[in-house]
């Protein structure tokens, strides 16, 4: 590694010390700081890593979600696709990693109302996460949870209740009952019940 290298890790800080800002500033709605850390950490951690490397993706898959927050939705795309490609050219289609980004780019598709698409990478998603994660994984639950919110805008409401309730037991059985995420399925399912009776109803997917 030469100087450039090493002078650019020490002003950068490490891919987890900027994950770990960028988490904060995402959990606090802050997307506009996030996008900028993300942006300004990419092309050193590129220089430093190469632009095909797993610490690159992990920014990417940051600024996607900075993005997303933002509504910057073709560019949320962008970084999520290009984040998905590294992972599963470094560690293969079937890892978790990938299932990970495929639900990252499903939601990112359900909110630019692609549903088709969404339907189709989430499905993808959730095979590999029952494969390489388990069936009763809370980031399991989180794919079926976003997965029921594409059935239930297509009107597919049995098949959504079903994935929302095993959502629900996974989270219950993984989190507890009173954690804000299982309120997350518990929300999404009342909400089911409204739209059945043709009453508006909002669903809420994961960030």
């Known amino acids: 590694m030469n100087w450039l290298a090493l002078t650019l890790m020490v002003s950068l800080g490490t891919p987890a010390a900027v994950h770990r800002e960028a988490l904060a500033y995402l959990n606090a709605g802050r997307y ?20 095909e490397t797993l610490e690159v993706a992990l920014v990417l898959k940051d600024l996607a979600e900075a993005y997303r927050g933002e509504r910057e939705l073709v560019k949320a795309e962008e970084a999520a696709g290009r984040s998905l490609e590294i992972v599963e050219k470094k560690l293969g289609a079937e890892d978790a990693n990938a299932a990970l980004g ?16 969404a339907d189709r990478t989430l499905r993808a998603a959730l095979l590999i996460s029952e494969r390489s994660l ?48 299982v309120e997350v399925i518990r929300h999404n399912l009342a909400e089911l019940e409204r ?11 994961n960030r």
């Open 32 to 51: 506009a700081e996030g996008d900028k850390l993300c942006r300004e950490a990419l092309p050193g951690f590129e220089a430093v890593y190469g632009t």
């Open 102 to 117: 495929r639900d990252q780019l499903g939601e990112i598709y359900f909110e630019a109302h692609r549903y088709a698409d």
């Open 134 to 181: 388990g069936p009763e994984n809370p980031h399991t639950a989180t794919i079926l949870n976003d997965l029921a919110a594409v059935d239930y805008i297509e009107r597919r409401y049995s098949e959504a209740e079903t994935l929302y309730r095993r959502a629900l037991a996974i989270r219950e059985t993984v989190l507890g009952p009173n954690h804000p995420h």
């Open 195 to 205: 739209a059945r009776k043709g009453q508006p109803a909002l669903l809420a997917l």
